[in-house]
């Protein structure tokens, strides 16, 4: 079961675009994770109108704030925080905007704590998440054990493996000659997983092109 979130702007915002940064198909690292959450009053946030320019256009929202997310912009108050900083350490910079994607296997913005089953999924999203790991341009999937266990859960992920494989920070659930899907850390941890989060950061940044 989950919570939606009240706002029907979000909501809409959902509907049209039920992913973040570039479309899933089009990105080179693609990151799924479970729901996306926010504060039920985000309406009355200052951050609001930022939030809404972000699921427009996250790539053009990158670039012009200098930050992957409106959570890290300085009017912004509430949860989540912890995970997009964690994210921003990595290395990403606005000139990897057009490279990065990330989606939550359910489909609508919520509210609270949420304990996702697979009953709460939709299949079209579903198969939107698979076809974009499997027959898009990601390279580098990003997936952490609570995912892969709803993924599993859902039956709509036949491919990937019950445990990862390797030995190095990052762990394989699934791998092609030119695509891979990690197991990872959610960005949220902290405290005795500091280490580990930091060595996976490292293994990703090492995987970022360069810019001049």
Wanted: a positive charge; charged letters at 20%.
């Amino acid at each position: 079961m989950y919570q939606p979130h009240p706002s029907s702007e979000l909501n809409a915002q959902f509907r049209h675009r039920p992913f973040q940064g570039v479309e899933p198909s089009a990105a080179t690292f693609l990151f799924v994770g479970l729901d996306a959450n926010y504060d039920p009053n985000l309406e009355r946030s200052p951050s609001f109108r930022s939030v809404l320019e972000y699921h427009q256009d996250g790539v053009a929202f990158w670039r012009r704030n200098g930050v992957h997310h409106p959570f890290l912009l300085p009017e912004y108050r509430g949860d989540g925080r912890r995970y997009h900083r964690t994210f921003a350490r990595i290395g990403f910079t606005p000139k990897h905007a057009n490279l990065v994607s990330f989606i939550e296997l359910l489909h609508v913005p919520t509210v609270g704590r949420n304990k996702l089953t697979p009953q709460d999924l939709d299949p079209s999203h579903l198969h939107r998440i698979n076809a974009a790991i499997l027959q898009g341009q990601a390279k580098h999937i990003f997936i952490s054990s609570g995912v892969a266990r709803l993924m599993h859960s859902s039956k709509a992920f036949p491919w990937l493996a019950k445990e990862p494989t390797g030995s190095g920070p990052l762990r394989v659930l699934y791998s092609e000659p030119s695509r891979f899907v990690y197991s990872h850390l959610h960005f949220s941890n902290y405290g005795k997983f500091q280490k580990q989060l930091e060595a996976e950061a490292h293994a990703i940044s090492a995987l970022l092109p360069t810019y001049a």
